[in-house]
């Protein structure tokens, strides 16, 4: 079978779309999950782009051993340079450089000819080979370039020391079987086994990852994707999807990869965690009706015999049913077994404090749930040093009174303590809090979803403040959907002053 390896842009391409920012702790802390997961290539970052991408890459160019570290670069000096500086303690570094080859986007972007882009393409490869990474140039917008023009931008990049070709579909505007055909037509170009020919589709008409696909039947031996199909616009490729394709339909593709893939979908839930964006429903593999089955003649087929209706089973996306109750009265052993069979790896550290919140939600909850395992380990994997943290907080409200409550915060300072009005009780405290920590950073979104069923649910908000123009997401986690809610704009505020 041929291998075909994952690179992963999650934390570049996935990143650039509106509402999923992370911070460099979030972004390092996802990386080491990516590695776990086993993807080949781990796309950190643009580094010229600013001084936090740049700590970001290095940050995680530093945290990850096994996985090749790439960052991406324009066919520009400044770009490449920076690009090297931030990838200097990778075990692997590559430097992805781009540059755009169509028509349309040489005359109305970069206003260039095509020798103009070719000596480009030459000039940035020879200079991010000399500096010692791998180098993988990507042509932009090629689905839509000149054929024989891409070859000749493909030649000069391989024959200056790249590596790694990529084919990307930017604007996701070509069909599966037109990109099987440039795959093909590279892959014959470039019959070398050493030489990779990568593809990386977009989303724009909902074929990203049949396009994707269609590219590995085509001689593509790498694709570029993101977990949960994040990206600009409409998104990229999914790798939960890619992979399972590749792993279900194997015999047919005649391909396979490395992708752990019980660790699938405690990766999307991290992702999901972090950036506050919940996963839709009927999200293939890792949506939560993606195994589910309320058609009596489903539920009877499903029954008999497995395949009739599951292609492939919960379990080998890491998707568990609970084998064991799990309560108050429920040792430390039994819940670390309970974290190792969901695909957790933590500290004894962050087991422990994970751990201590299990208690106290035992005490809550007459039954743990998997998914209130998830969320607590989840909502903790990624907690940065907290300026203010909750002390306590009482809230009145009615038809009759004006809501009013009452926060009580600890800070380096010590103890603070406000009361303020609003027009419910989740406003009054949001304003008590503002109050207290004198920012007022703006409201701009506010969600909240039970994690669970039943009268006792986590409840889970999400909030996203604008600072200084950048968003803000805070998480919170409770039974109790005010405190969850306080939680979730402290860890907000929190994330923001630290920005400072």
């Given at each position: 079978?041929?291998?075909?390896?994952?690179?992963?842009?999650?934390?570049?391409?996935?990143?650039?779309?509106?509402?999923?920012?992370?911070?460099?702790?979030?972004?390092?802390?996802?990386?080491?999950?990516?590695?776990?997961?086993?993807?080949?290539?781990?796309?950190?970052?643009?580094?010229?782009?600013?001084?936090?991408?740049?700590?970001?890459?290095?940050?995680?160019?530093?945290?990850?051993?096994?996985?090749?570290?790439?960052?991406?670069?324009?066919?520009?000096?400044?770009?490449?340079?920076?690009?090297?500086?931030?990838?200097?303690?990778?075990?692997?570094?590559?430097?992805?450089?781009?540059?755009?080859?169509?028509?349309?986007?040489?005359?109305?972007?970069?206003?260039?000819?095509?020798?103009?882009?070719?000596?480009?393409?030459?000039?940035?490869?020879?200079?991010?080979?000399?500096?010692?990474?791998?180098?993988?140039?990507?042509?932009?917008?090629?689905?839509?370039?000149?054929?024989?023009?891409?070859?000749?931008?493909?030649?000069?990049?391989?024959?200056?020391?790249?590596?790694?070709?990529?084919?990307?579909?930017?604007?996701?505007?070509?069909?599966?079987?037109?990109?099987?055909?440039?795959?093909?037509?590279?892959?014959?170009?470039?019959?070398?086994?050493?030489?990779?020919?990568?593809?990386?589709?977009?989303?724009?008409?909902?074929?990203?990852?049949a396009n994707s696909v269609a590219s590995v039947l085509?001689?593509?031996?790498?694709?570029?994707?993101?977990?949960?199909?994040?990206?600009?616009?409409?998104?990229?490729?999914?790798?939960?999807?890619?992979?399972?394709?590749?792993?279900?339909?194997?015999?047919?593709?005649?391909?396979?990869?490395?992708?752990?893939?019980?660790?699938?979908?405690?990766?999307?839930?991290?992702?999901?965690?972090?950036?506050?964006?919940?996963?839709?429903?009927?999200?293939?593999?890792?949506?939560?009706?993606?195994?589910?089955?309320?058609?009596?003649?489903?539920?009877?087929?499903?029954?008999?015999?497995?395949?009739?209706?599951?292609?492939?089973?919960?379990?080998?996306?890491?998707?568990?049913?609970?084998?064991?109750?799990?309560?108050?009265?429920?040792?430390?052993?039994?819940?670390?077994?309970?974290?190792?069979?969901?695909?957790?790896?933590?500290?004894?550290?962050?087991?422990?404090?994970?751990?201590?919140?299990?208690?106290?939600?035992?005490?809550?909850?007459?039954?743990?749930?998997?998914?209130?395992?998830?969320?607590?380990?989840?909502?903790?994997?990624?907690?940065?040093?907290?300026?203010?943290?909750?002390?306590?907080?009482?809230?009145?409200?009615?038809?009759?009174?004006?809501?009013?409550?009452?926060?009580?915060?600890?800070?380096?300072?010590?103890?603070?303590?406000?009361?303020?009005?609003?027009?419910?009780?989740?406003?009054?405290?949001?304003?008590?809090?503002?109050?207290?920590?004198?920012?007022?950073?703006?409201?701009?979104?506010?969600?909240?979803?039970?994690?669970?069923?039943?009268?006792?649910?986590?409840?889970?908000?999400?909030?996203?403040l604008n600072k200084d123009g950048e968003s803000i997401?805070?998480?919170?986690?409770?039974?109790?959907?005010?405190?969850?809610?306080?939680?979730?704009?402290?860890?907000?505020?929190?994330?923001?002053?630290?920005?400072?």
């Amino acid at each position: 079978m041929a291998y075909i390896k994952i690179f992963d842009t999650t934390l570049r391409d996935g990143e650039q779309s509106p509402g999923f920012s992370m911070n460099i702790h979030e972004k390092t802390e996802f990386a080491r999950q990516l590695e776990r997961l086993g993807v080949d290539v781990i796309e950190a970052g643009f580094p010229v782009a600013s001084p936090e991408d740049f700590a970001s890459v290095k940050e995680i160019a530093s945290a990850v051993r096994e996985a090749r570290v790439a960052g991406l670069a324009r066919c520009a000096e400044k770009d490449i340079r920076r690009a090297w500086e931030a990838l200097q303690d990778a075990a692997h570094p590559v430097i992805h450089v781009f540059i755009a080859t169509s028509d349309i986007h040489m005359e109305y972007k970069l206003n260039m000819t095509r020798e103009q882009v070719l000596q480009k393409i030459r000039d940035s490869v020879t200079l991010a080979k000399s500096l010692g990474a791998e180098v993988e140039f990507s042509a932009e917008d090629a689905s839509r370039s000149d054929r024989e023009f891409l070859l000749q931008a493909f030649d000069a990049a391989v024959e200056c020391g790249a590596s790694t070709i990529n084919i990307p579909d930017t604007v996701g505007y070509a069909l599966p079987q037109e990109m099987k055909e440039l795959a093909a037509l590279v892959r014959g170009h470039f019959p070398d086994p050493s030489i990779t020919i990568s593809v990386h589709c977009h989303d724009d008409l909902g074929l990203s990852v049949a396009n994707s696909v269609a590219s590995v039947l085509g001689g593509a031996t790498q694709v570029e994707c993101t977990v949960n199909g994040i990206g600009e616009r409409a998104g990229n490729a999914a790798l939960e999807e890619v992979v399972m394709a590749l792993v279900t339909r194997g015999q047919d593709t005649g391909a396979d990869c490395g992708i752990h893939t019980r660790q699938i979908y405690r990766t999307s839930r991290l992702l999901s965690t972090i950036t506050g964006v919940p996963v839709p429903p009927n999200k293939a593999v890792v949506g939560v009706n993606a195994f589910a089955h309320e058609s009596g003649i489903h539920q009877h087929g499903v029954m008999k015999n497995r395949l009739t209706y599951e292609i492939m089973s919960p379990e080998s996306v890491g998707i568990y049913q609970n084998k064991m109750i799990l309560g108050k009265h429920s040792g430390r052993h039994a819940f670390e077994e309970r974290l190792d069979e969901l695909g957790y790896k933590v500290s004894a550290k962050d087991l422990d404090a994970a751990f201590e919140k299990f208690k106290v939600l035992a005490d809550r909850k007459k039954v743990i749930t998997d998914r209130d395992i998830e969320a607590l380990v989840d909502s903790g994997s990624y907690q940065l040093e907290e300026t203010y943290q909750l002390d306590s907080f009482v809230v009145n409200s009615g038809t009759v009174i004006s809501a009013t409550a009452v926060v009580k915060l600890k800070s380096p300072d010590g103890e603070k303590e406000h009361v303020a009005r609003g027009t419910g009780p989740i406003d009054a405290a949001f304003k008590a809090i503002d109050r207290i920590v004198k920012k007022g950073y703006p409201l701009e979104n506010y969600t909240i979803q039970s994690v669970t069923e039943g009268e006792d649910a986590l409840g889970e908000v999400v909030v996203r403040l604008n600072k200084d123009g950048e968003s803000i997401t805070g998480r919170g986690l409770s039974t109790d959907i005010i405190e969850a809610s306080i939680r979730a704009y402290l860890n907000a505020v929190n994330k923001a002053i630290m920005m400072d």
